[in-house]
């Protein structure tokens, strides 16, 4: 009984439960007879919509197996019988669980038994399989096992051992960082361990340990005939301790005897590499010979480090593996044609950056590899940065189901980007090419993308994310198209009537539409427009120098990612240049204490990796330039190399120590927003605009500026105008003006949303021109625009309240819609009143013009020691170090600044605004 009320428990807090850890019971009931659905009418050979299909689900959903023959009754009973199903993250294992309740009822009803006990067992022992990367996970999902067998015991028996069933480890990492782990079953039957031996000298051998290579022969011979064996049989509950003890001892022996043969094999590799360019090096001292060598010092150090991790993790307890290898502790699965179903909720976060986070994501080299071969090979968008969590676990698991003989059934609930997003383009197609059917239920909620939306109301987690259901299904044979089946629950429906939506499935079909993919792999949005005929500014293709013509532009870029921007923008330059050589210093005495490193500077992988390489900084004072960090929000950077994570190709826009002669359209490719644009001609940030695609006029080659319009471009506007007096910076104007113009953006929105932008030839390329022209001048001098005069100050109330943010005033209008009211107040109470309300029409993404000032002159809010001690905020040590040394904003200081910006933008807004109405009165676009 008290195992039964545990149990329920469990469940019940599912349910109420919104995190991202766990999935509410009614969608794992959904998921798990979905799945079962669909596999159990693959064996069947019919589709889950057919009559047969029907009379399964009837089965699993109501236990009524009256409509099947006989026949169908024993293939599916052995079907269910020998059904392999694998959650990768099983969290409190509500997977498995789920899993376990379906499966169970269906063998209850089809083998006409009621030993529920007999049959939880056979279906733990034969079907459920599970690993998740926290121990005390597991532990709980092995908790959770174990009491489902207590509450069906009639008598008390001995429980069966499920350290090997229900596994800590890795999904994501089959590996040691970027080695892979192979493990050969048929080997290790034969007693024949992969040897190190003849790799090293005999001195080497003895740096690596040879007991541990002992030990591992020893156990095996002790162990029995077939060591792995001792896998299956560990399952059984009737085994001594000793024989259990001993068995352990022997499957986690030879685990870490595999992980250390792969990395003696990798460093014997690297030694043998770095001999070779040694000796070739001192035969032929080049600079290139000498730079290969350096490369090889660094991955021979590195590989003689991962061995000394491996000495630090086997002789630590041992809990939390840093990789899990699939084909050792899963062999009987693999060896047997795969997994039929994997199942799950994989973690949402993107990867990060951050080094001083201790929760920071784990970098995955082999998957990122992967990805890299096939989502981003596959997808024509700039930014492909599809390295997020679920990304991993969708491409682990596709590359399961395509290997593996069983052709699995991939049923994930996860972030829902994979459908729409432009970045996510190369995944929908490596789904279309590789698998038969793919059926998706939208369950919605992206906070980001519709401010209506609140995730504790809208979001089935009660996140900020989009979440969907997909169940992936490989193809049958000689099937050669792609069936997609979608549905989605309404944009702005309650977390309730989601799982009302969800829970519809055991008494109606799903609704769900066929999608034919466009060629350009969007499956939502499709767009019916003549946006392919017109005139590409950019491609990767032109970029990469593959083609020579075809676009306006030949080279564009994302804006400067700095990884740390809090250190290196500051609006005051001295106190930027305090807080560069605070960094650089820290850096420095790091490099020269290698014993470890402290956190009290952000750390990145790129500045560990020239740590490893003890590569010394120094400060550069050319290196302080101006940046658009925001629109009409300038900010000092440290424009460096070595603290800029990623510049990509902004040096050739604008080239270090080299003063600025630039100008460049920036346009904002993130899907989830309209179409924004704005002029520069200084560094732009990635989020900028959104995530920032900067086109240049210009660009340098070895110092020199060349045109970056294309000579096909000039040509094109030319031929089409019947004008040589066309020129390249004409054209940069009039695509300028285009991209501003509200009919463009309406007409073109969906894809927009989809692709870089292209541009159509409009009748007045002069006038086209020169408001591009102006709008480029009002956006990049904002600064000595005039200011508008009717804007006055308004004085704070005697006992205003300081708060940490601006705000604009709103109001209702008749219709009840928000309005602006003309005010802002600023955080000191005091404000401005008389602002156009038509100033607000100019936005940028989500915000006014204005907005974005207001959003940017704020001081940091950094959490307090009193916070930190109560646990309601979390404080990093590099954080604390600003917070206590660098955190000089005060708005008071800036506040002169910000009214008059505030004018300014107001005119700079008013005439944007004013030029827009003009553009849509224009005839013959």
């Not at 030993?115 to 939880?120: A, I, S």
């Not at 028996?157 to 048929?186: H, R, T, Y």
């Not at 492909?384 to 003989?405: H, I, N, Q």
């Not at 923008?569 to 490099?591: P, W």
Request: net charge negative.
């Amino acid at each position: 009984m008290l195992g039964r009320i545990f149990e329920q428990l469990i469940e019940d807090n599912e349910k109420d439960m919104q995190g991202t850890i766990y999935t509410p019971f009614e969608v794992v009931r959904f998921m798990c007879r979905h799945s079962i659905l669909l596999h159990l009418s693959r064996k069947l050979g019919v589709e889950p919509d057919s009559d047969v299909g029907e009379a399964i689900k009837r089965l699993i959903v109501d236990g009524d197996a009256a409509s099947l023959s006989d026949d169908r009754k024993s293939t599916l009973i052995d079907a269910l019988k020998t059904i392999k199903i694998l959650d990768p993250a099983i969290g409190s294992g509500a997977f498995p669980m789920g899993m376990l309740r379906e499966l169970l009822h269906a063998r209850l009803v089809l083998e006409k038994t009621d030993d529920v006990e007999r049959l939880k067992r056979e279906i733990i022992r034969e079907s459920i399989y599970g690993v998740d990367i926290d121990p005390g996970a597991v532990d709980i999902a092995r908790l959770r096992f174990f009491l489902s067998l207590v509450v069906d015991a009639k008598i008390p028996e001995p429980l069966p051992n499920l350290d090997f069933k229900i596994m800590q480890g890795d999904s994501l990492s089959e590996a040691f960082d970027d080695v892979p782990v192979v493990f050969d079953a048929a080997e290790y039957r034969k007693h024949q361990l992969p040897t190190s031996d003849g790799l090293f000298e005999s001195g080497e051998l003895e740096r690596l340990n040879k007991r541990k290579r002992k030990s591992a022969a020893q156990i095996m011979k002790e162990s029995g005939s077939d060591v792995l064996g001792l896998l299956s049989s560990y399952y059984d509950p009737e085994r001594s301790s000793d024989k259990k003890r001993m068995s352990r001892e022997a499957i986690e022996e030879l685990e870490l005897y595999t992980v250390r043969h792969a990395l003696e094999s990798d460093l014997a590799a690297k030694q043998a590499e770095f001999d070779k360019l040694e000796y070739k090096a001192r035969k032929d001292p080049k600079p290139s010979t000498e730079k290969a060598r350096d490369k090889a010092t660094e991955a021979l150090a590195l590989s003689r480090e991962r061995l000394t991790r491996l000495d630090e993790f086997e002789s630590s307890n041992r809990r939390e593996r840093p990789w899990f290898l699939w084909h050792y502790y899963f062999h009987d699965v693999f060896e047997s044609g795969g997994f039929d179903i994997i199942i799950g909720n994989p973690p949402y976060r993107a990867n990060q950056e951050n080094e001083n986070d201790q929760a920071k994501n784990k970098v995955y080299p082999l998957v990122y590899q992967r990805i890299k071969d096939t989502f981003v090979a596959k997808s024509t968008a700039q930014k492909t940065k599809v390295y997020d969590l679920f990304s991993c676990f969708f491409r682990v698991a596709m590359d399961f189901a395509l290997e593996s003989e069983r052709r699995s059934i991939v049923s994930f609930i996860t972030n829902y980007a994979f459908i729409a997003a432009r970045t996510y383009d190369g995944f929908r197609k490596d789904v279309r090419e590789n698998f038969g059917r793919m059926t998706i239920v939208n369950l919605g909620g992206d906070v980001r993308s519709n401010p209506r939306l609140s995730g504790p109301v809208n979001s089935i987690f009660g996140i900020q994310a989009g979440v969907a259901i997909s169940f992936i299904e490989p193809k049958k044979p000689k099937q050669h198209t792609f069936k997609l089946l979608y549905t989605a629950t309404e944009e702005e429906a309650k977390r309730e009537e989601k799982i009302e939506f969800i829970d519809r499935y055991d008494t109606e079909p799903l609704p769900l539409l066929p999608i034919t993919p466009d060629a350009k792999e969007n499956w939502l949005n499709q767009s019916d427009s003549d946006f392919q005929t017109l005139i590409p500014l950019c491609s990767k293709e032109t970029k990469l120098g593959r083609v020579s013509e075809g676009t306006v532009f030949e080279l564009f870029s994302l804006g400067v990612v700095t990884n740390r921007d809090e250190w290196v923008y500051d609006f005051n330059r001295e106190t930027l240049k305090q807080k560069i050589q605070f960094l650089i210093n820290a850096y420095n005495s790091e490099r020269e204490n290698t014993n470890q490193i402290v956190l009290d500077i952000k750390w990145t992988r790129a500045v560990k990796n020239d740590l490893n390489k003890n590569k010394k900084y120094s400060f550069d004072e050319r290196s302080l330039r101006k940046s658009h960090y925001r629109p009409y929000t300038i900010k000092e950077l440290y424009y460096s190399k070595e603290l800029n994570e990623m510049r990509y190709q902004i040096p050739n826009f604008f080239p270090d120590f080299q003063s600025e002669d630039n100008s460049y359209i920036m346009i904002d490719v993130n899907t989830a927003h309209s179409l924004s644009t704005l002029g520069c001609d200084i560094i732009g940030d990635l989020h900028t605009l959104g995530d920032t695609c900067c086109l240049p006029l210009y660009r340098y080659e070895s110092g020199r500026r060349v045109d970056n319009i294309t000579d096909w471009a000039l040509e094109e506007f030319r031929t089409h105008y019947g004008d040589d007096s066309i020129t390249k910076e004409d054209i940069f104007h009039y695509v300028y003006a285009v991209l501003h113009n509200p009919a463009y953006r309406k007409k073109y929105e969906i894809d927009l949303k989809q692709d870089y932008p292209r541009v159509p030839y409009y009748k007045d390329f002069a006038r086209w021109r020169d408001w591009g022209r102006e709008l480029m001048e009002l956006h990049i001098g904002f600064e000595t625009v005039s200011a508008h005069p009717g804007i006055e100050t308004v004085p704070a109330p005697a006992k205003a309240k300081e708060t940490k943010t601006h705000s604009a005033g709103y109001a209702k209008d008749e219709n009840g819609d928000r309005v602006f009211d003309g005010t802002v107040t600023f955080c000191d109470g005091s404000g401005l009143k008389g602002i156009p309300a038509e100033a607000f029409d100019y936005r940028l993404g989500n915000k006014s013009a204005i907005e974005w000032i207001l959003d940017q002159y704020v001081a940091p809010s950094y959490p307090t020691d009193e916070e930190v001690l109560s646990g309601k905020r979390k404080i990093r040590e590099d954080e604390r170090v600003l917070r206590d040394n660098f955190n000089t904003f005060r708005f008071a200081d800036y506040k002169d600044k910000v009214i008059d910006l505030i004018r300014r933008v107001a005119t700079v807004s008013l005439r944007t605004v004013e030029v827009q109405k003009e553009m849509e009165k224009e005839e013959g676009m």
